[in-house]
């Protein structure tokens, strides 16, 4: 090999550290904006759009009191456990099913304020969080919640090639179970 040869490789084996180097640093500030504003990322088992989902959610859950555990009728706690064992064998599965017992408690309670409820076909979820809104059934921030809730639920429900873990899904499982006791002591 000769001197050329050599130095050629060397340089061909440091160029691309080295401008990557050089780029991070050039721009480092816009390279983070962009880090933060990516919305999913995948790989394998781990997805990060979740996650940050979630972790919105969780702030917002224990400014309201609803992540931590709140004291649930056994009937609930029952339940709890039963999504949590089918959120250990599918996941995605055990969010949804989460959801028809939140839905199905705030149908409860705006029947028994006397409220008439028709499901709109397109969108029941929305008549139901503007009947929550307009006869303040809930706090606006406890409604948020619900929002965020369904939001999650409709990612895991209709896009392609989303899926969450058990840790995932046992998070939104709590939060949520634990919206459906408070909603239930409303009804009183």
Known sequence: ???LTFISNIV???IWPLITLILVK???DPLAELILRISKIKHKDTVLDFDKKMDELKV????EGLASSVQKKESLVEK???LNTVASIAPSAAIMETWTEVEGAVIK???SK???YEADGAAPYLALQNLLLHHRLLENKKIKIYSDLRKLRNKVAHAADYEVNEDQAAEYISIAM???EIIETQKI
């Open 26 to 28: 050039q721009f480092n």
């Open 109 to 111: 309670l705006v029947l």
């Open 114 to 116: 006397g409220i008439c």
């Open 12 to 14: 061909s084996a440091v």
């Open 60 to 63: 917002e859950a224990q400014a």
């Open 178 to 180: 634990n919206l459906v």
């Open 1 to 3: 090999m000769d001197i």
């Open 80 to 82: 709890e456990r039963e």
